[in-house]
């Protein structure tokens, strides 16, 4: 088993009044040039969690971190016109913080973060602020809903 330190949150950048299957998002994927789905969780809008890439395998989600990391993304995290908005149902958040706590469980010493919170410290001040984002997936405060976890 390869050694895991961070589980990162992702959003599929899906708009609220859209869905993206399971199948739909590995065929991104593989038009982006990856070996199947990068993320090893995907969140449906009911709360089904897949499994989408065993976590022995190493992830496609988030350069520089890959090796050492679990991907989870869950279907939205855009509004209907296309800005980034925390569009999680009721069934996400449960499913997401259920599935990071079991996690946690496997992998104690796991940090839990978001996608944009691994954004380069672009004026080096040791903290990632939003004009520094490459992208604002999640859409939501990762450290301020699992701060418990991490």
């Known amino acids: 088993m390869r050694k895991i330190d961070l589980i990162v949150i992702h959003c599929s950048a899906t708009r609220v009044d859209r869905t993206l299957t399971a199948f739909d998002l590995e065929t991104l994927h593989r038009r982006r040039g990856f070996n199947g789905t990068g993320y090893h969780y995907y969140i449906r809008k009911d709360g089904t969690t897949l499994l989408t890439r065993p976590i022995e395998r190493i992830g496609a989600h988030v350069k520089g971190f890959n090796a050492s990391s679990i991907g989870i993304c869950y279907e939205g995290g855009l509004d209907c016109r296309g800005r980034p908005a925390d569009t999680r149902t009721p069934e996400q958040r449960a499913s997401l913080r259920l599935l990071v706590n079991q996690l946690k469980q496997c992998f104690p010493a796991c940090r839990v973060c978001g996608h944009r919170d ?7 001040d040791g903290e990632i602020e939003p004009e520094e984002w490459i ?3 999640p859409c939501f405060e990762v450290k301020r809903e699992f701060s418990g976890s991490n």
């Open 118 to 124: 691994l954004s380069p410290d672009l004026n080096g």
């Open 135 to 137: 992208k604002a997936c």
